[in-house]
């Protein structure tokens, strides 16, 4: 599909239930991370960007004044909803939008959150720009994403299997690049934690609705991976099957200068 927008709404719209229920969105330190250093009020307006299943707009709604939970594909919003109004929370707004041009006015956030969805994102600095355009002076930004190896050879080969597995895919950055970016932005990066997640292959690629062609194709691809790459990435194999591979995750905390 060439209009990766197009292609997000696709892949996203289809697999609304599952991301709601995907382990690896719904739990894992790197959400009671970005909830423990949110600094989240009751006096506050949050955007969560992207929300996917809806975890953070739910982690953080008993502790503000209200989320707006952002997302480009409507069954996720759906999806989302039922999720978190089965919490208790009714403090969250659904606004169907695209993060790379949010419908808000300037300076109306205290706190912005992404968490495990830039790497979808084909244009990531006009994303940065216009979060950082919603926030107040002195706003918050926690962003998490999976990120790439610094290594040229693992972060090719990392984004090539990403990419094989769900079409939808754009780019996983590297935590250097992140940096670099969120400081072009105008942001002042705060704290900065790394994350290792490890991935049962059968769940992470099966989530994707695959074709078992596909699925054999991409096995096939890891199994023939070079030894610096199975050893960066963890490739455990049994049998002439994938069991697991570890990836990272960051969490970063940024701030627009008050």
Same mark, same amino acid.
């Given at each position: 599909?060439?209009?990766p /927008?197009?292609?997000v #709404?696709?892949q996203?719209?289809?697999?609304?239930?599952?991301?709601?229920?995907?382990?690896?969105?719904?739990q894992?330190?790197?959400?009671?991370?970005?909830?423990?250093?949110?600094?989240? *009020?009751?006096? #506050?307006?949050?955007?969560?960007?992207?929300?996917?299943?809806?975890?953070?707009?739910?982690?953080?709604?008993?502790?503000?004044?209200?989320?707006?939970?952002?997302?480009?594909? *409507?069954k996720?919003?759906?999806?989302?909803?039922? &999720?978190?109004?089965?919490?208790?929370? &009714?403090?969250?707004?659904?606004?169907?939008?695209?993060?790379?041009?949010?419908?808000?006015?300037?300076?109306?956030?205290?706190?912005?959150?992404c968490?495990?969805?830039?790497?979808?994102?084909?244009?990531? /600095? #006009?994303?940065?720009?216009? $979060?950082?355009?919603?926030?107040k002076?002195?706003?918050?930004? +926690?962003?998490?994403?999976?990120?790439?190896?610094?290594?040229?050879?693992?972060?090719?080969?990392?984004?090539?299997?990403?990419?094989?597995?769900? &079409?939808?895919?754009?780019? $996983?950055? /590297?935590?250097?690049?992140?940096?670099? @970016? +969120?400081?072009?932005?105008?942001?002042?990066?705060?704290?900065?934690?790394?994350?290792?997640?490890? &991935?049962?292959?059968?769940?992470?690629?099966?989530? @994707?609705?695959?074709?078992?062609?596909?699925?054999?194709?991409?096995?096939?691809?890891?199994? #023939?991976?070079?030894?610096?790459?199975k050893?960066?990435?963890?490739?455990?194999?049994?049998?002439?099957?994938?069991r697991?591979?570890?990836?990272?995750?960051?969490?970063?905390?940024?701030?627009?200068?008050?």
């Amino acid at each position: 599909m060439d209009d990766p /927008k197009k292609a997000v #709404q696709a892949q996203f719209g289809k697999n609304a239930d599952l991301y709601v229920k995907s382990r690896n969105h719904a739990q894992g330190p790197d959400l009671k991370k970005l909830v423990s250093i949110s600094g989240a *009020r009751p006096d #506050q307006l949050v955007l969560d960007v992207a929300t996917g299943g809806g975890h953070v707009a739910n982690a953080l709604a008993p502790l503000v004044k209200k989320v707006i939970a952002l997302d480009f594909t *409507r069954k996720m919003l759906e999806a989302a909803r039922t &999720f978190i109004e089965k919490n208790g929370h &009714f403090n969250v707004e659904f606004v169907q939008g695209d993060a790379e041009n949010l419908p808000f006015d300037d300076a109306v956030f205290h706190l912005a959150t992404c968490r495990i969805a830039a790497h979808h994102f084909p244009n990531v /600095k #006009q994303f940065l720009a216009e $979060a950082y355009r919603v926030l107040k002076p002195g706003g918050k930004f +926690l962003l998490v994403d999976n990120i790439a190896d610094e290594d040229d050879e693992v972060d090719r080969f990392y984004n090539d299997i990403e990419k094989r597995r769900d &079409f939808s895919h754009y780019r $996983a950055w /590297k935590r250097s690049e992140w940096l670099s @970016m +969120l400081k072009d932005s105008g942001f002042i990066v705060e704290e900065c934690h790394t994350f290792s997640k490890t &991935f049962d292959f059968d769940n992470w690629f099966d989530r @994707m609705n695959p074709s078992p062609e596909s699925k054999k194709e991409l096995t096939a691809v890891m199994l #023939q991976a070079s030894p610096k790459i199975k050893a960066k990435l963890k490739i455990i194999e049994r049998n002439g099957k994938i069991r697991s591979f570890e990836g990272k995750a960051v969490l970063l905390k940024a701030v627009k200068p008050a």
